[in-house]
């Protein structure tokens, strides 16, 4: 009996991560003469959002692991990028903050995002588009809501 194999071209899943892949691409070829990985993208625009945040703070805006977030921290440290210490009112959590030169690179590594974004969008009516951001929005929080019940489910 042959498996049936729904078309990747159609599937939600497959056409989300292959546009990503491109985004991602796209921005690691922006960031390699900076010398930055594609990685510390997400923490730095996190940051330049919401600065001077716990670690898990930063796991939680970014999605990332806090096992990942650690180490994506201590190369940012490396890079110059941000400091990290201990919270004065509770000694067991760790905070990051930017530094001068992580905050400096905003203006124009943002540029890029703008650059990457308009590219994507081209040639895509305003309203498809809002309709896109729409649907992968909801579609997210559904995700995230079967995520949540199978989390849970494994706790009890």
Not at 14 to 28: G, M, Y
Not at 30 to 55: N, S
Not at 69 to 75: A, Y
Not at 118 to 138: D, F, H, N, Q, Y
Request: proline share 3%.
């Amino acid at each position: 009996m042959a498996v049936n194999h729904a078309d990747p071209q159609k599937s939600f899943g497959h056409q989300v991560r292959r546009c990503h892949r491109r985004f991602d691409r796209l921005l690691s070829a922006r960031l390699a003469p900076h010398g930055l990985k594609t990685g510390f993208w997400y923490y730095l625009r996190a940051l330049w959002i919401a600065d001077d945040v716990t670690q898990k703070q930063l796991s939680d805006l970014t999605n990332v692991t806090e096992t990942t977030t650690v180490s994506m921290i201590n190369g940012m440290i490396r890079h110059g990028l941000v400091d990290r210490s201990r919270d004065l009112a509770d000694k067991r959590k760790m905070r990051v903050k930017l530094t001068p030169e992580g905050r400096a690179l905003e203006k124009e590594l943002i540029g890029y995002a703008l650059e990457i974004n308009a590219i994507a969008m081209a040639g895509i009516a305003p309203k498809e588009l809002a309709t896109c951001l729409s649907v992968l929005s909801r579609m997210s929080a559904n995700l995230q809501i079967a995520l949540d019940e199978t989390t849970n489910a494994d706790d009890g």
